[in-house]
């Protein structure tokens, strides 16, 4: 089986900042894309910023020049560092995965949710 464990959430006030890490362990050969995710109460679940395993990052127009995605791969590890965070970046933030099993298969797992409050 495959774990992804989250931390870093919190409360924070506007202006701030918050660094989340997911840690993915298990029954892996690779991991290729690690992305982050977002969800706040009465709204779909959406992209925030996804790293290919050849490091190419993707952005939401929402979080750009203000999120930072980067990973570790000796510690099968990703972060995002949110910088600058706004009221309307509130959210449940969910870490993403997409890895190749030790029997050869691909798969995507995610975490249980982090809780980000920024009050105004």
């Known amino acids: 089986q495959v774990q992804l464990v989250e931390s870093g959430g919190g409360l924070v006030q506007a202006g701030g900042s918050l660094r989340l890490s997911c840690a993915v362990s298990?029954?892996?050969?690779?991991?290729?894309?690690l992305g982050w995710y977002r969800q706040a109460p009465g709204k779909q679940r959406e992209l925030v910023a996804v790293i290919a395993s050849g490091r190419m990052t993707t952005y939401a127009d929402s979080v750009k020049g203000r999120f930072a995605i980067s990973r570790d791969n000796a510690k099968n590890t990703v972060y995002l560092q949110m910088d600058n965070l706004k009221p309307e970046d509130t959210a449940v933030y969910y870490c993403?995965?997409?890895?190749?099993?030790?029997?050869?298969?691909?798969?995507?797992?995610w975490g249980q949710g982090t809780q980000v409050t920024v009050s105004s």
């Open positions: 298990g029954s892996i050969s690779s991991i290729n894309a």
């Open positions: 993403n995965a997409h890895v190749v099993l030790t029997d050869a298969r691909w798969s995507s797992y």
